[in-house]
């Protein structure tokens, strides 16, 4: 990836796995706007949440950071956003030293953090205004009623946080975050808790903020959150960062297909004359299951069906389909490092 930050002095293996030569086939790359360099964080206990973690985000992009629970997404967005302090490395948002100069950074990001807190006896409105003028924004109510109007709040905006419902304490979390006009927008399971109807809403709300210029960076249980959104992924696993690419070079580098033949008679297993093709036999012994590469030149397809002929194994339906998004994050933080 040739915006991601190397540190010459750490070994290779465990730098990010690229898939793709870095700008083959690709546009332009733009400049990153967010730069972690050598980051780790160990807590007092001795836990290591982080281990030596490099990454650049790009300007204007959308960038999910996906994990099992535990792989240290949270931490390495609160060390970037100032809430957590890192054991070692740096990190520079749009162009400003998080610790240096960190209100010129702090004033750069908005963080949507998983919970809400603050007063529940607050109205939408004041807790909103209130935000912003923590980092020291002129009064803007125009901007306000916007921000407000966009997340379909408006019509709540004298209500008091404790009598909205959890999908709207969400978008008040949103609204506050965005209220001093950031450039970098964390979303930490933005979506947790909401029924569909209103994350595709968010998702929806999210790309206008990307076309506004902002750039998101998303944490997500929800795999498909980040397969429809998303620009690059960034895979974390046991606090080291295990893969960072465009998604869709990963979806065609790691993504498989699958025919599935159902079969005329069921079978108790598969014949030992094609026990050398990738095959598996469904449970319940009613389908083979062919994985291949479909970027290969040669799928063995033609091969499959030749010899299933050879060893009369009919068949009266067949069809194919692809790996998710999903499938391949469970490969990869399933496989050892």
């Not at 990454?55 to 100032?82: D, H, M, S, V, Y």
């Not at 079969?263 to 990738?278: E, H, N, S």
Request: with cysteine; aromatic share 4%.
């Amino acid at each position: 990836m040739a915006n991601d930050v190397r540190n010459p002095s750490r070994p290779a293996q465990s730098e990010p796995r690229t898939l793709a030569a870095a700008g083959q086939g690709r546009p332009e790359i733009s400049p990153a706007i967010v730069t972690v360099s050598g980051v780790s964080k160990t807590y007092g206990g001795g836990l290591v949440a982080l281990k030596h973690v490099d990454l650049a985000i790009r300007r204007g992009e959308i960038f999910a950071l996906l994990g099992p629970n535990g792989a240290g997404k949270t931490t390495l967005i609160n060390i970037i956003c100032g809430i957590v302090t890192a054991t070692e490395g740096t990190v520079v948002a749009d162009g400003h030293d998080i610790v240096r100069d960190y209100r010129a950074a702090r004033s750069k990001i908005g963080l949507v953090p998983q919970e809400l807190h603050t007063d529940a006896f607050e109205s939408v409105w004041s807790t909103v205004n209130f935000s912003r003028g923590l980092f020291g924004k002129a009064s803007n109510p125009a901007y306000l009623e916007k921000v407000l109007r966009d997340l379909a709040l408006w019509d709540k905006k004298d209500a008091k946080i404790m009598t909205l419902s959890g999908g709207m304490k969400r978008r008040v979390l949103i609204a506050k975050a965005l209220s001093h006009e950031p450039r970098i927008l964390f979303l930490d399971e933005p979506t947790a808790g909401v029924d569909v109807e209103l994350r595709h809403g968010m998702w929806q709300m999210v790309r206008s903020l990307r076309e506004n210029g902002v750039t998101i960076i998303l944490t997500t249980h929800y795999i498909e959150e980040a397969e429809e959104m998303a620009d690059r992924i960034g895979v974390i696993r046991k606090g080291e960062l295990i893969l960072v690419e465009d998604k869709d070079v990963l979806m065609q580098q790691l993504g498989k297909k699958q025919l599935t033949l159902t079969l005329q008679k069921c079978l108790t297993r598969i014949p030992k004359a094609l026990a050398d093709l990738p095959l598996e036999l469904s449970p319940d012994g009613h389908a083979l299951v062919y994985t291949f590469d479909a970027h290969s030149e040669e799928t063995g397809i033609a091969t499959l069906l030749r010899r299933l002929g050879e060893q009369h194994v009919d068949f009266k339906d067949l069809h194919s389909s692809e790996s998710s998004l999903e499938d391949i994050f469970v490969s990869l933080v399933r496989t050892p490092s």
